[in-house]
């Protein structure tokens, strides 16, 4: 998916979010919360730490939310946060932070040979792979229309008009194919994500 | 007419228009299972794309969720209104808008004090309050002061006074308080935007008001004793001006003025009694 109509999806809930609705943040978070766990956790090595540290950082994101005018996009700006709140959580505890931060354009292909820690377990590395190999292997056996409507929004970043110009096919026919796609990939890894 | 699940995989792609996402919103916040399937469609985004990382099981938003219960819900007008660039806000203008706020405030203060001074005639004086019935008021309230003192009201006599509404007892503390022992100052900001100094800091009787200008804009910084101030915490937008309200301790300080809202918040944040 491109950065472009990502961060177009984001600023739809942050407007939404300083029109005084908190629910919308509540969709941002969860939308979020792995990529920010994962990105503290090269931080603070305690996991349950890393959460503690994640659930600041967006509690600092709300209330500075007001001053977010939408020059970068969100998550660029929520990954600045989360840094800074890794880095002072670091300092309080009398402990160095990093040298070397992550960029947020590399935050998620990080390599492990890094000055920063790749702190995953072999268990949570485990259940990483096996939750994207579900995923992948659902998308390959997905009906031709649907693999190709979720492929070219998710991989390509193609809005749902140029997904139906490529298919040619109506709009909502896109929609409900992208939406069926997902269906079937969520009922695979719905059990895998359960607590 | 499409279903929530199709709704949220549609907000996704930032394919929904504004009443579908004001729809959309309200099922999933009456719908816990619909905000988890949102949580899973973007997991199932990250792994797709192998960009998932550690914390895929973890869901922190009801942590988030319960600790901003207690933060200000972003008012509305702030952000819904465009700039308005037909409508500079001319410093001339806003100077005026002070001074005539100022002015009927007074105004105020002035007849009730001259109220109150009637109040305290000699019985030997019989005072006699002619006031149009249409311009009787919530806020007056009539009640039996003895004998010595008549009201008539449009052609209603009775042996009542008019008495102040708790609403105008302020304008009485406020006088007890200019003719009463001085004060100092107790309050101050430890940061203020740069070019700005303080050119008023006046004392009031639940609280002190300090007025900060750069020669072309000012803002004021208000700080009240709880349960003094007019609105609640949060913020607000109106004629030009940001309003930010924010508790500090058992006071209430608020910011108003033509700056952007993230300096009122840090203002505010930076008000701090005097050490």
Not at chain 1, 154 to 177: H, K, L, Q
Not at chain 2, 72 to 99: F, G, L, M, N, T
Not at chain 2, 224 to 251: M, T, W
């Amino acid at each position: 998916m491109s950065n472009e109509s990502q961060a177009a999806s984001d600023q739809v809930l942050v407007k939404r979010v300083q029109a005084g609705d908190k629910q919308a943040f509540d969709l941002l978070v969860k939308q979020y919360q792995h990529k920010i766990i994962g990105l503290i956790g090269r931080y603070v090595y305690d996991p349950h730490e890393a959460m503690d540290v994640a659930q600041e950082a967006f509690i600092k994101a709300y209330r500075a939310l007001p001053g977010f005018r939408g020059d970068s996009a969100f998550y660029t700006w929520l990954y600045r946060i989360a840094i800074n709140t890794a880095k002072n959580h670091l300092v309080s505890r009398s402990r160095r932070p990093p040298d070397v931060d992550v960029d947020v354009d590399d935050a998620h292909y990080i390599d492990t040979d890094s000055e920063l820690r790749d702190l995953e377990s072999p268990e949570r590395a485990l259940y990483r792979d096996e939750l994207e190999r579900v995923v992948k292997t659902t998308l390959d056996r997905l009906p031709e229309d649907l693999r190709v409507a979720l492929t070219l929004r998710e991989f390509e970043g193609m809005s749902y008009e140029d997904i139906a110009n490529v298919m040619d096919c109506p709009v909502g026919t896109v929609r409900s194919r992208i939406f069926r796609a997902r269906e079937a990939i969520d009922k695979e890894i719905a059990p895998l994500l359960a607590n | 007419m499409h279903t929530a699940n199709d709704s949220i995989s549609a907000l996704m792609d930032g394919e929904v228009g504004e009443f579908e996402l004001r729809r959309t919103l309200e099922q999933v916040a009456d719908d816990p299972e619909l905000a988890q399937q949102w949580r899973r469609y973007h997991v199932a985004r990250s792994a797709l794309k192998g960009e998932a990382q550690a914390g895929l099981k973890v869901d922190i938003s009801a942590g988030v969720m319960s600790a901003l219960e207690q933060e200000p819900v972003y008012h509305p007008s702030v952000y819904d209104r465009e700039p308005d660039a037909a409508k500079p806000q001319k410093p001339v203008s806003r100077w005026w808008r002070s001074v005539s706020s100022m002015a009927v405030a007074a105004s105020v203060t002035a007849v009730v004090i001259l109220g109150a001074g009637n109040f305290s005639e000699s019985p030997s004086q019989t005072p006699n309050f002619y006031l149009p019935g249409s311009s009787v008021s919530g806020d007056l309230m009539r009640t039996n002061l003895g004998r010595s003192t008549q009201a008539t009201v449009a052609g209603y006599e009775s042996p009542d006074v008019i008495r102040l509404s708790d609403g105008l007892k302020k304008y009485i503390d406020q006088h007890q308080h200019l003719v009463g022992a001085q004060r100092v100052p107790q309050w101050s900001t430890r940061w203020m935007p740069e070019g700005y100094s303080i050119v008023r800091h006046e004392l009031l009787p639940h609280g002190e008001v300090m007025v900060f200008a750069n020669g072309r804009d000012a803002f004021s910084v208000s700080v009240e004793e709880l349960g003094h101030q007019s609105l609640p915490e949060g913020v607000a937008q109106a004629d030009g001006y940001i309003a930010v309200g924010k508790r500090r301790g058992d006071h209430f300080v608020t910011v108003v003025g033509d700056v952007p809202l993230m300096i009122a918040d840090r203002i505010a944040s930076a008000v701090q009694p005097e050490q």
